[in-house]
């Protein structure tokens, strides 16, 4: 869990070779990272630190002051209260303790500490919709307003992915317009289903048709649909429904042609895509017959043109499997924060090989290409 004293961002600067030696010595490889958060996109390489340094030389270190989360989730306090048992429900009989300690201060603590300069926050699942029209229209506002005005009395720290109402077509349309015309949203936060309805069933056709004529950026969040959450009583759904929801909620709109027919929507998907990658060929190989029709540039096209965060995957395995299906021009920084420690996946990162010019993109760049707003937050 973040610490909860709050530590002030070191700006950008540079770090010379004998200070980030005597870090390295004495406080191991933890204290190194740390010691060199401060420090310029670009490698590291100090020749008279001796051969421990030399292997840090062959890894570029990100300037994690400057880091861009798209991935940050919020809980307001009346949310919880007036939801417990249904996240408990939705993460399969069993509640992570984050949902219980957090709080703004902890947030930036945690952003501080790890050099992440802006987070954009998003409500996670089991999101609003348990049913009841006015009750989701109304949670769904409530929240909003919360994080706008963290955001306000944060300046320059927090974004906002705007949860909607659905499956409830007119009050999504609502707040669709009051967070991004008053509230200055940066996006739309979605889940990647509703009772038994993935995102590109037709009864969302109105709601697409908004984002797209807005051009609008959608973050998409998995959950546990309905009827996956006790199929492995001994397994936490998260562990592997989380994954295959994003999968089933990407296959959905490719195969239903909602990706090419909205294509002004950029759209964000979490967790490197799910199982996107690896069933790619499967893709193929038992498309629909009209798929053609549905996907006219082809499915490659389609998913190449999806943004994808690495919360949660800052392992080799799945960025192997990200980067050989997308170009790092369309991969996010983005942490999970609390739920998976934002250390996790910031220092993670810098474990994986990229270059330099990768570690800039995917940490900062990227984000600010697609929300631009954050340039002047």
């Not at 659905?166 to 949203?185: C, D, F, H, M, Q």
């Not at 998976?340 to 220092?347: G, I, N, S």
Request: proline fraction near 6%; charged fraction near 20%.
């Amino acid at each position: 869990m973040p610490n909860n004293s709050e530590q002030r961002r070191s700006g950008r600067g540079s770090l010379s070779c004998n200070s980030a030696s005597a870090t390295s010595i004495s406080g191991g490889r933890r204290s190194f990272m740390s010691g060199i958060a401060a420090a310029g996109f670009g490698a590291l390489a100090c020749s008279s630190a001796g051969r421990f340094m030399s292997v840090f030389a062959q890894a570029p270190v990100v300037a994690k002051s400057s880091l861009i989360d798209v991935h940050h989730h919020f809980v307001p306090p009346f949310y919880l209260s007036d939801n417990r048992d249904r996240i408990v429900t939705s993460g399969g009989g069993r509640i992570n303790p984050a949902w219980l300690s957090w709080a703004p201060e902890q947030a930036i603590a945690a952003m501080d500490k790890q050099g992440v300069a802006t987070a954009v926050l998003s409500l996670t699942t089991p999101g609003v919709w348990f049913g009841d029209l006015q009750a989701a229209a109304q949670t769904a506002r409530r929240a909003n307003e919360y994080a706008a005005d963290l955001a306000r009395s944060h300046p320059g720290r927090f974004g906002l992915f705007a949860v909607i109402p659905l499956p409830y077509t007119e009050g999504s349309l609502r707040e669709i317009e009051y967070a991004l015309n008053v509230l200055k949203a940066d996006g739309i936060g979605l889940l990647t289903s509703y009772g038994d309805k993935w995102l590109g069933d037709a009864v969302y056709q109105p709601v697409f048709e908004e984002l797209n004529r807005r051009k609008a950026v959608v973050f998409v969040h998995p959950t546990t649909a309905l009827c996956c959450r006790t199929l492995l009583p001994d397994v936490s759904p998260i562990v592997v429904e989380i994954p295959q929801d994003t999968t089933r909620a990407v296959t959905n709109l490719l195969f239903t042609g909602t990706f090419a027919r909205f294509k002004d929507i950029r759209f964000i998907f979490t967790h490197a895509g799910g199982n996107v990658p690896m069933v790619l060929g499967r893709m193929h190989q038992y498309a629909p017959k009209n798929i053609a029709e549905k996907a006219p540039n082809g499915i490659e096209y389609e998913l190449k043109r999806l943004y994808y965060d690495i919360a949660g995957t800052a392992y080799r395995p799945a960025i192997a499997a990200l980067t050989s299906l997308v170009p790092t021009t369309q991969i996010l920084f983005g942490s999970d924060n609390p739920f998976v420690p934002l250390a996790e996946t910031a220092e993670g990162m810098m474990q994986l090989s990229f270059s330099a010019g990768d570690l800039q993109r995917i940490g900062r760049d990227n984000a600010l290409a697609l929300l631009p707003r954050l340039k002047t937050s």
